[in-house]
């Protein structure tokens, strides 16, 4: 199984609604994609590093299900949503678990 999470860090100008929006998108690829073992997103809550606003983290069957996933039209209909949401920078790492 592999764990993919991300830190996304967004512009001022990003409403409240808009970051809901990114985790309402990202959590609804669940129900197209397939290899998804658990999605999981939110708001940080976290003191440290709070520039970084949502946190996104999904867990993949296997190396083939996370491939399909990174070329899949729906999670790239996503990340352009983020991107025009005001998205900043992002960090993201893998692990195997």
């Known amino acids: 199984m592999i764990q993919r999470t991300v830190l996304l860090k967004f512009a001022d100008t990003t409403t409240q609604e808009q970051l809901q929006e990114v985790i309402?998108?990202?959590k609804a690829l669940d129900q197209v994609l397939t290899g998804i073992v658990e999605i999981q997103a939110g708001l940080n809550i976290a003191e440290k590093s709070k520039e970084y606003q949502v946190i996104l983290?999904?867990?993949f069957?296997?190396?083939q299900a996370l491939d399909a996933y990174t070329a899949n039209e729906d999670h790239q209909a996503v990340a352009t949503f983020i991107r025009e949401s005001g998205r900043l920078d992002s960090i993201?790492?893998?692990?195997e678990l």
Do not use: A, K, S, T
């Not at 993201?92 to 692990?95: H, K, L, R, S």
């Open 57 to 59: 983290m999904v867990r």
């Open 24 to 26: 309402r998108r990202f």
């Open 61 to 63: 069957e296997n190396q």
């Open 92 to 95: 993201g790492v893998d692990i």
